[in-house]
């Protein structure tokens, strides 16, 4: 497939979005939540002995895995579906900074979003209700990490296939849109144009999976409104 950005954005029918961190700034607050969350799990259920160790794993967790609660699994056999879902809903999503200029744009633009998204159900719907962009989703088009059988987004392309099915577009007329790098390398290997949101923070080798990158998601937005 031709990297040429401008040819890519002036057919372009619809963009798959991840969520937290890429439709939005994740700050550390927001991060600390998830680690809170995880090790108020833990203590509650008798399984670490405080809050402080708790946390320690959780914190180490996400380093080693991207996933807070990771320990609770490896360590404690916490059942996976559940605990995605009671660690999700332990954390308060009006914490995020939302931008109606975010919102505007994708009124603008009026193209077709599906959201592939590591986070749980109930999450990804109250997150997009309070940034205001749920009306640009379909419900079927809200992709839950247990959606698609709990298979990470580096690790399987299940995400990205159901998106490409409930969307009905080839791969020539979507982007996907990620703030894990590693995970646009299967969107890639599909054909897919990848757009790395990187927070002003880019790599100093840029993958050569990455087709497109930019600071947020307004910017990427921005530039397809320009095409």
Same mark, same amino acid.
């Given at each position: 497939? +031709? ?6 954005? +002036? ?49 180490? +967790? ?94 399987? +392309? ?70």
């Amino acid at each position: 497939m +031709s990297n040429n950005k401008t040819a890519i954005f +002036s057919k372009l029918k619809g963009i798959i979005w991840d969520l937290d961190n890429t439709l939005y700034r994740a700050h550390q607050e927001l991060h600390e939540a998830y680690h809170i969350a995880a090790a108020r799990l833990a203590v509650r259920d008798g399984v670490e002995p405080s809050m402080d160790v708790a946390m320690e794993k959780a914190k180490q +967790s996400y380093i080693d895995h991207e996933f807070s609660g990771k320990f609770l699994v490896s360590e404690h056999n916490y059942n996976v579906p559940h605990l995605h879902k009671e660690l999700h809903d332990l954390i308060d999503e009006t914490a995020i900074v939302k931008s109606q200029e975010t919102a505007d744009l994708f009124r603008e633009l009026d193209l077709k979003n599906a959201l592939v998204t590591h986070g749980s159900e109930s999450w990804a719907h109250r997150v997009l209700t309070h940034l205001e962009l749920i009306e640009f989703f379909e419900n079927n088009a809200i992709l839950p990490l247990e959606t698609y059988g709990f298979q990470r987004k580096n690790q399987s +392309s299940a995400g990205i296939d159901m998106a490409m099915e409930v969307m009905d577009l080839g791969t020539d007329q979507v982007i996907m849109v990620e703030d894990i790098v590693h995970n646009l390398v299967i969107p890639k290997e599909k054909g897919v144009f990848t757009v790395f949101i990187h927070h002003g923070q880019p790599p100093e080798d840029m993958p050569d999976y990455v087709d497109a990158h930019y600071n947020s998601a307004i910017d990427l937005l921005e530039d397809i409104k320009g095409n």
